[in-house]
């Protein structure tokens, strides 16, 4: 009853409900300033430099060099340099430039092609990992987004993964079916599992008022529990404690490459939801609706369309999504439930879909990122011994720098999409939540 | 707004007005819990087990020692459900009155209940029940509690959404551990923390009022933040440096004579700084917020900031400065872990207990008190689990974690009566 859709005193929300706005904010359903002239003047250049994917590589550099930053800063060799820094500067920079290349190169060799391996599988396994590790973040990353878009903070990915994977899990040890129809049964489960799960903070949202930003944080901290006692219960639990049974292999997602390779059909599928989603977003009426919600509930409910519906709709296709993803963690590379399988991917899919801005082929391609960012920071500990942490400082970094377009801007002198003239700090996208908290 | 707070209309069916004043309606969903709570009670005290409960009340270190009470299981476990039974009474009571049921009457039933639950798994068993043990046990684990839900009490009433007292707790513990490790006294930590709680703020507090960046999105990213940059700095410079992170205590100091009441005394008055602390902070909160001129703005701020703005509070840094007062106090719960545990820095020490200190806030309805009541509760479901675990109850410590987020998840919904926040929260104010 308190709720206002839109930030007060934000620019009137003149956009068309249609086609998404090109918004250079992380979140769709903001409204940008308006041009005001459009003039002939405004070059080529301007529009590329103003353009939100300049943005997100300046984003993506101002990560680096801040990683840089904390490499250097703690590296041991370079600390010993700093010593007698006056008395001999080179040696610092020279110190500092191998600490932090070293770290950036075994990164990149770790995510995409490993030029110091001794065998071409070897050698082209990283980038083989980054689509397999970048498979569950993917879809995760795709729920996320899609709940944005409908005006739902879905922070509760966690718990529909894990969700998810229970339900891929159980169907796949427990039933006995055909290949093909065991795997389809499996991934089913899946996607109902999480998307009951976040159905219950849909309703909720939808019946009470309850905010979906706790609820789903609650629930992601009920499924860990969940889980914990689960895979210790007689039904589920195998000869190793903490781990259930093993799926079978009917229910397992065909791998798409011989052995020493890990990925499998799930990074395919990955690509086709995507499709898909884009599909239920930009062209089917549900999206439209679900964007309708989205971007101003009031005039979405004045229109006609049931916020209410919509709100349960949002969350449970979003859950689906989520449970996708721990379905293929598990029917994937797993083969096998534990407390420790889903990881942290829930809360990384939350940095992926703002990193793509929420849509479909921006999230495909946060994932890839992001996916190369973990399987890099994997060989990087092993090789350079910079810790894995490094990773999700530059995660944040990168999503904090999106997040806010002006101040890149302002750091790269980038101009402003727009008027060049108009001041960078403008209004952006306005919560996609109406409201934060509980509002009852 | 429209809470259950009922004008004390004349019950009576005057026809005359009956017309122009609208009937109040009588809310009997409180008694209706409390009656549940009765049956529930009642089916508990069927199935004690004959026997006794041994209660113990002193600690080793009392100097008035109280032998061990052996209270007969049965018995007890009857008389609580009839005190049960009484309160659920007296609210259908207040309730037909058409008079809102005080919270102390529901209080005193939850207490009843919960002891008759001690009573059913004590029954019976030779294991002792350490009264004081578990209600010092309840204070320690609600302590990062309390200070986390207060910032977040502090920075959503000023319309600043906290998700990030998980990063502002964890950063707090770090800071804490390594200027207490290299200063060599556990005090420094105690300053530490709270400065980097104030870091945290500052970084949430630049992007979400100075850059309008929607709130949640940055509390969640400043999470995986200060996981990823204490992480790193552990796994870097705290291995391989010795000396930066050793486990510092903070000394107990007992408050002479209050320290020596039974019960109470072990458990409020022989506690260390930080707690004491927690104590001041909570009590000053409570009053300031809403009998002060800068509470009155805080909360200004965060219901109305146009209001605010018109009679000349400068919204921007009222949100400002508060939002870093929040960090402050989160920050200052971090030292828990590190100084007032006894521990070195760990990663992800914390281990989500911000976003239970985000439930407990919510619980406590962004106030203060309300806020310290559901951190206790929180803290008391956490040491269930160990005495449910010494006397081997069958039920899956998990289920017993989960309470916490499962009553959230009932308070937001609404099923504890009407829980609101402040207006204007989340919503970057735009002159």
Known sequence: MTTTPSSPGAAPEGEPLGPEPVSDSPLAGGSQPEAPQQTRTESFLHQVMSSSWVLTLGAVVLAILLGAVLIVATDAEVQATASYFFARPSDFFAAAWRAASEAYIALFQGAIYDSNATSFVRAIRPITETLTIATPLILAGLSIGLGFRAGLFNIGGQGQVILGAIGATWLGFALHLPVGLHLLVALLGAAAGGAIWAGIAGVLKARTGAHEVIVTIMLNNIAGFFVLWLVYTKYFASKTPGVSKPIQS?????????????????????LAIAVGVWWLMERSSLGFKLRAVGSNARAARTAGISVAAMTVAAMAISGALSGLAGGTLVLGTEGKLSAAVVGSIGFDAITVALLGRSKPLGTVLAGLLFGALAAGGRLMQTRTGTPLDLVLVLQSFIVLFIAAPPLVRSIFRLPAPGSGKRPTRAKQATVPTEQAGAAA | MTTTLTPPAAPAPAPVAASTVPAVPVRLRTPIVLAVLTLLTAVMAWATRPGHSTVRIST?????????????????AWVLTVGVAVAAGLAFWYALGRRKVPTWLVGLAGLFAFLTVLVLISSGKSQVVPITGLLFGTLFLATPLVFGALSGVVCERVGIVNIAIEAQLLFGAFAAAVVASVAGSSYWGLIAAPLAGVAVAALLAWFSITYQVNQIIVGVVLNVLVVGLTGFLFSTVLRETPGLNDPMRLPVLPIPLLSEIPVIGPVLFRQNLLVYLMYAIVIGLQVMIFRSRWGLRLRAVGEHPKAADTVGIDVIRTRWRNTLLGGAIAGLGGAFFTVASNL????EMTAGKGFIALAAMI?????????????????LAG?????????QVPVPSQFLAMIPYIVTIFAVAGFAGKVRAPAAEGIPYVK
């Open chain 2, 344 to 347: 070195a820095f760990g990663k």
């Open chain 2, 60 to 76: 080793d270190a009392d100097s008035i020692q109280i032998a061990p009470l052996a209270i007969p299981g049965p018995p007890a």
């Open chain 2, 383 to 391: 040491q269930m689990q160990g005495l449910m675990s010494t006397l």
């Open chain 1, 250 to 270: 009917t229910a397992m997602l065909p791998k798409l490459l011989p052995d020493p390779f890990r990925l499998h059909l799930g990074f395919v599928l990955a």
């Open chain 2, 363 to 379: 619980l406590g309805r962004w106030s203060p008190k309300g806020a310290v009541a559901a951190a206790l509760l929180f803290g």
